[in-house]
């Protein structure tokens, strides 16, 4: 029995239309393999979804499903729709904690001009890149923030370096300034006029964490988001996309028995884990395509 | 500028479509203000391509791309506090499940169980029964009418026995009384979801200014395969847009089954600016000349004087293949080696599509292996095969009655897990397990205990069926005993996780049958998806209990109630090599194209017959049926006029008929050849009316 189970696809090339996105290069920039896993073989491997600190898969899929039905209150309110959870009794205690905390938030300070659940494509080394915004603030005079409701739990908040260098960041700041024109009057974006604010629903001592952008650092995410891209597009078939080495990213990838990196449960928590768990609320509606049912 | 494009397929419409959505991009244009729609997702996708090739110049944004449907969900969704009321939910301000058709079906099982015999005399399957029920409820949403329409629709039609109004009358009683659960329940199936669309949101006054904010570039492709209440949502997006290019594809309307009606699209036309004919000059196309004038020959009184003249001189791109064969596999080599023929020319064997009214294992099995000795690979895209056909699904379903608490219990009262049961799911758990051995296997561990996998001590049964696999049986058995004897308890895993805990700790360890089986493990995937999203369904309307959910999942997907789910197939087995071979209906609402095609089967009437449906009717449950009915009322003849009579029937065959002619022969480039044998592939002699066409325009 070989160590690592190969999987019989025939294909090894990325669409040509593929579409890029966070979730995608976050694959990508944890193992090579993974990202072929996932977008090139689209292999499933139905491994039990646990979550980190111990959350059992039932817990976590409840978890996820709350965190969808925040994203879409948040989105009925800022359209000046009712948002339906005004039946708290119907409502998970802890999703009712999230909202009356949002409600008590004070966004007056962000940009007047609101656009809950934006999407946004622009281009890196040739190909798509996808973002989706839960909210971009803007007002006339090119001041943008986009701000992400984060629902993670812990017992504190990750630190401010977290946020500015997780993928999602540099990816969404990134996007707005390189294709942001149309929702700036047709004048793109002056990068140093932009930020991305993570809410955060289970810390309200602390409930957001802003990250500043610059133009250096546009510049920054340009070259390495470029990089990242055609280092993608140039590798083709199974065997150019190699193993981490870093065991303790196939602690919690549902590939480890596959790759025979790992038991059948999933390791550790980590603090990135808690994040990645937070994102996977909208990881169908950010990926799939927004309209297909 | 509004404009609305009609013309044939190959005529450029959607390369326009694709290349306004570009150019608005490129002129700044806002990409959520641009909503671009089709009627499936393969189709939404050249909208996508044509972004991946636009890249290429730099060009950004992402508008709004996706099918109808798929906008109805989500804008049902995201609007349901403001009409969730009006549409009778029992608790609006409570979020509605949203239901898939399997769930539906479940529910609607439990409705009519107990007036299953009230059904008796139309002896239809239970599988069917609910198809039909539910289908009713379906045509009605999405024509735009009231589920208490059913009846009085189908009884006007209806001429036959009149017990038939009695059954009428308890389809629609059994379709309300489902909306009337679900409303109650807070639960949202297809029906509806577009019921509430059509009904409730699209006369919604913020929902209206939404529209108009929103949609302000609109692009609609093939819109005669949408149905009414689709165009409603469109004629609104039309009134308050910008620029708009609205796509129709004549002849269409082949979504029958989805409630599509191109004359609803057609009555589009009056509220944009310009009507406009893309135009494909039809001498530069013979075959798509010979399609009409097969198809005038068709709507020809019999006697007309025949076209008359051999095959060969008028048409020479048209070609009788194997038209005086007795069988049917005559008729599969003639085509075979035609293809081998044009192959060996140079043609490339994607450019040939091989089609028939219907594809069964057995076609795709022998042309396959005809083509196969000369080199050529045959891609099929004929619906998929079901879930529970697969043997992976199959074998995960038995290795959870041998072993999930909920399940096991009632196999104790039940009849119980058979060998051959056993030994298939064997076969599918060790890797390496021939279906001999795992009979051996089977048999010993029934002579242990019958209906469970117990540990086998007989030396003889490891000498016969091999020692390599006694580890791995005895960890599957050891496996499935602990969770056996633990009791079903509030703790005990729904059966999808149970599932996945299978699957992680036994079935992909080395040496185990989906350790190296991607395609295995993307069935048990789809399995574990479907048993999720089953379960939320159940727990979200509170219905059922949980320790009963996963026998209830298991006794209907065995029955073939749960057929919505299809085994998923690899990019490879539909790639873009290798002659195509598809039912005609998929080959024309997937808008393939090919340089030559080879029809089988012309003798045969399924190409234009509907399936026999006792409960439901596409023409009578239409909005356009509706329309013809208020024109004869107010000539005072309803009665008479709507009786749906075999005349109808004739006349709704030969317009389909001539549709698929015109829309196969305009999607033909090069080359048409047609098979037929004089028995069909059960032995039936059949000359349909596509034949008889055939010998008058040939
Ligand atoms: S298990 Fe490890 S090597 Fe395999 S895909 Fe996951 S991260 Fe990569």
């Keep these: 029995m070989s160590a690592t189970n190969r999987i019989p696809v025939k294909m090894g090339e990325l669409d040509p239309g593929f579409v890029f996105s966070q979730h995608s290069l976050a694959d990508y920039d944890a193992c090579a393999r993974r990202f072929y896993l996932r977008f090139i073989a689209r292999q499933a491997w139905p491994m039990v979804e646990d979550g980190p600190e111990g959350l059992s898969a039932i817990d976590r899929q409840a978890y996820l499903r709350q965190g969808k039905t925040l994203h879409r209150w948040i989105e009925r309110r800022l359209l000046g729709l009712p948002a339906g959870a005004d039946s708290t009794e119907s409502a998970d205690a802890e999703l009712v904690v999230w909202w009356e905390r949002f409600l008590a938030t004070d966004l007056s300070g962000l940009p007047a001009r609101r656009t809950p659940e934006l999407e946004l494509a622009c281009v890196v080394g040739g190909a798509r890149l996808y973002a989706r915004f839960d909210l ?10 986009i701000v992400d409701w984060k629902t993670l739990r812990g017992q504190k908040p990750p630190s401010p370096a977290f946020f500015r260098d997780r993928l999602q960041t540099r990816v969404y700041l990134f996007a707005l300034a390189a294709a942001g024109a149309p929702f700036n009057g047709g004048r793109p974006f002056d990068p140093a006029r932009l930020s991305m604010r993570y809410w955060l629903a289970n810390f309200p001592e602390r409930p957001w964490v802003d990250v500043p952008y610059r133009r250096a650092d546009y510049e920054v995410d340009r070259q390495r988001l470029t990089a990242m891209v055609s280092a993608i597009r140039a590798r083709s078939g199974e065997a150019a996309f190699e193993k981490t080495e870093r065991l303790q990213t196939c602690a919690m990838c549902d590939y480890r028995t596959l790759c025979a990196r790992g038991s059948a449960r999933g390791g550790v928590a980590l603090e990135d884990a808690a994040i990645a768990l937070d994102d996977a609320a909208l990881l169908d509606d950010t990926d799939a395509p927004a309209l297909d049912a | 500028m509004k404009v609305y494009l009609h013309g044939p397929p190959r005529s450029g419409k959607t390369a326009r479509l694709a290349a306004q959505m570009v150019e608005w991009l490129n002129r700044g244009v806002r990409p959520d203000h641009i909503l671009a729609l089709s009627a499936s997702r393969p189709q939404a996708g050249r909208f996508r391509e ?14 709004r791309i996706g099918t109808f449907y798929g906008l109805a969900q989500q804008h049902v969704g995201l609007f349901f506090p403001l009409v969730g009321q009006a549409a009778g939910f029992a608790d609006p301000r409570r979020e509605p499940a949203f239901i898939d058709v399997e769930a539906a079906q479940y529910f609607l099982n439990r409705i009519v169980e107990p007036r299953i015999t009230d059904f008796d005399e139309l002896r239809l399957t239970r599988p069917r029964l609910l198809g039909q029920l539910l289908d009713n409820a379906h045509k009605a949403a999405l024509a735009g009418f009231g589920l208490d329409e059913i009846a009085a629709r189908l009884s006007a039609a209806w001429s036959g026995d009149p017990r038939r109004l009695k059954a009428y009358q308890r389809a629609q009683d059994i379709a309300l009384e489902f909306r009337r659960f679900c409303l109650d329940r807070g639960a949202l199936d297809f029906s509806l979801q577009h019921d509430m669309f059509a009904r409730h949101l699209l006369q919604e006054t913020a929902y209206r200014k939404f529209i108009a904010g929103q949609c302000r570039y609109l692009l609609i492709d093939n819109v005669e395969e949408l149905p009414p209440i689709a165009h409603d949502f469109v004629r609104l997006a039309l009134s308050g847009c910008d620029e708009a290019i609205v796509v129709e594809d004549d002849p269409g309307g082949f979504r029958l089954f989805l409630g599509a009606d191109p004359a609803s699209a057609r009555r589009l036309r009056t509220v944009c600016d310009t009507v406009e004919e893309a135009v494909a000059p039809i001498q530069d196309r013979p075959i798509a ?4 004038t097969l198809a005038a020959v068709v709507a020809a009184p019999a006697e007309a004087p025949s076209a008359g003249r051999a095959a060969g001189s008028r048409w020479p791109r048209v070609t009788l ?11 599969v080599q003639a085509a075979a080696d035609q293809i081998i023929a044009l192959t060996g020319q140079g043609m490339p064997a994607s450019a040939i599509a091989v089609l028939a009214p219907y594809v069964e294992d057995v076609l795709r099995f022998e042309l396959e292996e005809r083509l196969r000795g000369a080199g050529l690979r045959v891609r099929a895209v004929r619906p998929s095969r079901p879930l529970y056909d697969h043997p992976v699904a199959r074998g995960l379903v038995t290795l959870a009655r041998l072993g999930h608490p909920d399940l096991a219990a009632a196999e104790t009262r039940a009849a119980g897990v058979s060998t051959h049961e056993i030994a298939r799911a064997l ?19 029934q002579r242990v205990e019958a209906g469970r996998l117990p540990m086998i001590s007989d030396k003889g049964v490891w000498d016969r069926a091999g020692m390599r696999f006694r580890e791995r049986y005895e960890a599957l058995s050891g496996w499935l005993s602990t969770w056996r004897m633990a009791e079903s308890t509030g703790s005990t895993p729904p059966l999808d996780v149970w599932w996945q805990t299978l699957f992680a700790e036994i079935l992909s360890q080395p040496g185990f049958g989906l350790a190296a089986d991607g395609d295995g493990a993307n069935v048990a995937d789809k399995l574990v998806r479907s048993a999720r999203v089953f379960r939320e369904a159940l727990q979200a309307t509170g219905v059922a209990p949980a320790q009963s959910i996963a026998a209830d999942y298991v006794g209907l997907l065995s029955e073939g109630v749960l057929a919505a789910q299809y085994a998923p197939e690899r990019e490879s087995e539909t790639g873009e090599d290798g002659v195509l071979l598809a039912p005609v209906y998929t080959y024309l609402t997937g808008d393939y194209r090919s340089q030559v095609q080879i029809w089988l089967d012309v003798n045969a009437s399924g190409w234009y017959d509907r399936i026999h449906q006792a409960l439901t009717h596409p023409y009578v449950l239409s909005r356009s049926w509706q329309a013809m009915q208020a024109r004869f009322e107010a000539e005072g003849q309803a009665d008479v006029a709507m009786q749906w009579s075999e005349e109808d029937e004739h006349r709704a065959r030969q317009d389909m008929l001539r549709r698929v002619i015109v829309g196969l022969c305009d999607r033909c480039g090069d080359r048409l050849y047609l098979a037929s044998s004089q028995l069909g592939l059960s032995g039936q002699e059949e000359a349909g009316a596509l034949a008889r066409a055939l010998q008058r325009a040939l």
Excluded at chain 2, 50 to 63: C, D, K, V
């Design chain 2, 321 to 331: 293949l194997a038209s005086k064969s007795k069988f049917w596999v005559s008729m």
């Design chain 2, 50 to 63: 044509a972004l991946g090739r636009a890249a290429a110049t730099g060009s950004t944004g992402q508008p």
């Design chain 2, 289 to 292: 000349m010979f399609g009409r």
């Design chain 2, 427 to 445: 076969t599918v758990a060790l890797a390496g397990l021939d279906p001999a051995r795992a009979k051996v296997l089977a048999d010993g561990a």
């Design chain 1, 136 to 145: 971009l603030a803007s007002d006339e005079d090119g001041r943008a923030v």
